[in-house]
């Protein structure tokens, strides 16, 4: 995953180098999880269950080896954002590229649907003047998601 990297319309510009993530053992294959038909339907289920600040609809642009990767996502807060595809490999990547955030210290929180997910990355954004984190756990229950914790 090297030479990923993550460009917010808010934030700073993160470059994230590679890092092994995985599913941990008993979870639900990612065919399983919940799917949306787009992101506005998505982003409707989400931000029902979360306090997202409706000025923050800025979105990130992920670029990878052979540039920007097919994604649409909208801010809930500075440092939590839901992502929406179009197709698996942009979600796998987008999430590989997310979770290797988590090497820089701290975590980086999933709550994973078949075709989205919802990252927390409070704890390892760099430069956010205030990172508000959001328990994506309580999410993932309430929309039957998985939840994941990288490390």
Not at 68 to 83: A, D, G, I
Not at 122 to 139: F, K, Q, T
């Amino acid at each position: 995953m090297r030479g990923k990297r993550i460009v917010s319309a808010i934030g700073p510009v993160l470059l994230l180098m590679g890092a092994g993530t995985g599913c941990a053992a008993g979870q639900a294959p990612v065919d399983e999880l919940p799917s949306y038909s787009s992101l506005e339907d998505a982003r409707q289920a989400v931000f029902d269950h979360l306090e997202c600040r409706e000025e923050l609809l800025g979105s990130t642009v992920v670029f990878g080896s052979d540039g920007p990767m097919s994604t649409e996502s909208v801010k809930c807060t500075p440092t939590v954002e839901l992502f929406y595809f179009d197709s698996q490999e942009a979600r796998t990547d987008t999430y590989a590229v997310m979770a290797d955030a988590a090497e820089s210290g701290g975590s980086v929180y999933f709550a994973e649907g078949r075709n989205w997910f919802v990252v927390d990355y409070s704890e390892v954004e760099v430069g956010s003047a205030n990172p508000v984190p959001i328990d994506l756990s309580v999410l993932s229950e309430s929309l039957g998601t998985r939840f994941t914790e990288v490390k």
